[in-house]
């Protein structure tokens, strides 16, 4: 369920007609809605109704400070993978404490930024990275308050780019190491481990994988304390699916009676890193068709996103839904619905049932809250496009579009070129 939805035949986000927006901004552009946001996150903190839980939202799923803010304001931290993420979730008002690091390649600097602002975890991913964290927190005389990321080994029946949780993906160190790391690291002086982490991949659609790792985490925290570690914090990461294209996925209620079964009776603080769950539905694409192209063997209609402005199809073979602004009764027609990077894979929908388009229409492509700008690029010189929040029947531009200018600004020709 999300708020865009047609009112007298016009493809809305809450109040505010899609249409009237592309007016003012031009197209494409991402459009936000405050309202599915709110009430995502609400869905998932009430599926954990109960336990001692704090959701730190995975800021790489949707960057934008006005989205942070939002999440903020509903007592959300946030969890980072480098220390621009970081700066931005301090800078939308997510507190230090609520926020948690995670990620297989921190530098000293992100180590040192992370020490200096007193998150709540460093969630650690190897030996090599734990004695980085020991010598950083050493030279600023602080202590390090780390989460030990484990490999579960588990599969998690998704996307195989996407798949984080296996013996053979880069992630955490593998759980059958982890007793003897963690008790090896007792003798690093400015390192403390509080707890252990896991995430086991994105878009998950079925839980039980989620079942399996946290199974795994319950029987090490056994195993710890047996041996007299203290294990106080739990951050089980994210991963929970959305629909795209009608998938059929459980409720995050179902997820949270997961989370009670298994880890809910250890006593720990626990962490939860959802991204695409709390902001996949809160964001929609808007296009508009350039040309209509009738091509040998079938119809193409050329709009002017592209695989950099949403980068899931090319990527991942992710299907997104694709709706018309102005709704229409008119009979669907075969359509390919493609951009105009100069590349095959730069097509958002094959053989798609929609209303005849023609040039000029307008078109929203869904579920694009998440992973979507963010992973946006500039691409054949294109520029960065604008972002807007939409409060009921209230828009705001959250972030400007940024044209080529900015980047032709930072080039500069070397001495020995005629200027
Ligand atoms: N925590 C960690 C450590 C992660 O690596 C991720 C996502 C998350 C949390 C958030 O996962 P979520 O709840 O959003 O599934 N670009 C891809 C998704 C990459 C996910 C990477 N890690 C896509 O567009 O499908």
Redesign the pocket.
Known sequence: MDDFNYQSGALNAEDVPLAKIADAVGTPFYCYSQATIERQFRIFADALTGLDATVCF?V??NSNLAVLRTLAKLGAGA?V?SGGELTRALAAGMPADKIVF??VGKTDAEIEQALVAGIRSINAESEPELAAINRVAKRLGKTAIVTLRINPDVDAHT?AK?T?GLNENKFGIEWTAAHRVIADARDLGNVRIVGLAV?IG???TEYEPFREAFIRVRDLVAMLRADGVAITHLDL????GVPYDGEDIPPPAEYGQIVRETVGDLGCRLAF?????IVGNAGVLVTRVIYVKDGATRRFAIVDAAMNDLL?PAL?D?KHEIVPVSATNEAPELVDVVGPVCETGDTFATQLALAPVKAGDLLAIRTAG??GSV?SSTYNSRDLVPEVLVRGADFAVVRKRIGLQTFLDHEQFPDWMDR
């Open positions: 995975a790489k799923a969890d993978v995670s990620g996307h996407i984080t995430h994105s878009q998950i990461g994210g991963g929970l890193e959802p991204g695409r769950l899931r991942y992710a998440a992973y992973m």
